[in-house]
């Protein structure tokens, strides 16, 4: 087991997971007409 | 990043639209109409972007990042006027790519990655005199132009070879020389080191690289972080249609800089227990890379390494600390 600093990885991995999908699947499932 | 000798510049000059952006988006949304079903057929909207608004300055280099189907490729072919938006505007140079697509035309170029967009029996050098009859470039200025694009992608000794025989690396950079023989102001380059070793890769990252100091404003999309890190100006990450971050790559780690990425090695770690760590307080975000025979957790956390033994403890199987 290591620790270390965040790298831009890092701070993607978390955008990702914290935003979007969701939303993404609501608004997917609310356009089905 | 350190970058090999200056290669001959191909010449251009920086313009801007009257806001002094070379790409514009303004709140920009596309959304494809699809259907589902075969005997009772249903109309599905599906969007794919948004509401996306940016800009991008002349001689910058701006990332795209986010993952498959989150409106990367969408928004560009929205920009280099090959889709038309549902709404929003959006310019390159001052023109507007719905109303003035020819204009904005003349000024880009656009690279893509894959296998596509080459004659494989022909030469490089042969690939890239017809692509230039097919741009209107002038005969007189073909020749020159030629020589120092194939300079500057590091292909001479092996432009009279059939590209057949080219590696990845050399297509994709083979690409890019294609898609700067109009000599455009932006270009656009969508995942043009995918499926590149690593050698192949550094060498486009230093082509890439040229394009800059030739003075050409770059957007790039790419799934690769150290390579949209090491090159771009500023990074926009693109999440399910939406820019969710936009800054240099500086700011958005700064975002999660009072974190500690903690790496735990596994080996045949279950569900319930990445669950069980998704469910801790806190443990802010968690990853699992598939590595060999083992699994790599990375695992997010504001607490540091005080919560390194919970960690431990609810991945347990049979972790090994390295």
Known sequence: MTAREPTLE???????????????????????? | MTMTEPRPAVPTTLHADTDGHAIEAIDL???????????RRRRLDVPAVRGISFHVRPGELFGLLGPNGAGKTTTIKMLITLLLPTSGSASVMGHDVVKETTEVRRRIGYVFGGDRGLYDRVSALDNLRYFAELYGVDPAVQK?????????????????????????GMRQRLHIARG?????????????????????????????????????????????????DALCDRIAVINAGRIVALG????????????????????????????RLRGDADVSALNVEERDQSQILLVQSDRGTQITQRLLSCSATRESAR
Do not use: C, W
């Open chain 2, 29 to 39: 949304v596309r959304t494809y109409r699809t259907h589902t079903g075969v005997l």
């Open chain 2, 180 to 228: 700067l023989l109009h000599d455009p102001e932006v270009v656009f380059l969508d995942e043009p080191s995918i499926g590149l070793d690593p050698v192949g890769a550094r060498e486009l990252r230093q082509t890439v690289q040229s394009l800059v100091d030739a003075g050409k404003t770059v957007l790039l999309t790419t799934h690769y972080m150290f390579e949209a």
């Open chain 2, 144 to 168: 020159t132009r030629i020589g120092a694009l194939i300079e500057m992608v590091g292909l001479t000794g092996r432009e009279k070879e059939k590209v057949e025989g080219f590696s990845r």
């Open chain 1, 10 to 33: 890092d701070a993607y991995i978390h955008l990702i997971a914290t935003t979007g999908d969701d939303e993404a699947r609501s608004a997917r499932a609310a356009s089905v007409q």
């Open chain 2, 248 to 275: 240099t790559g500086a700011d958005l780690k700064g975002a999660i800089a009072n974190r500690t990425i903690v790496e735990i090695e596994t080996f045949g770690v279950t569900e319930e227990a990445l669950a």
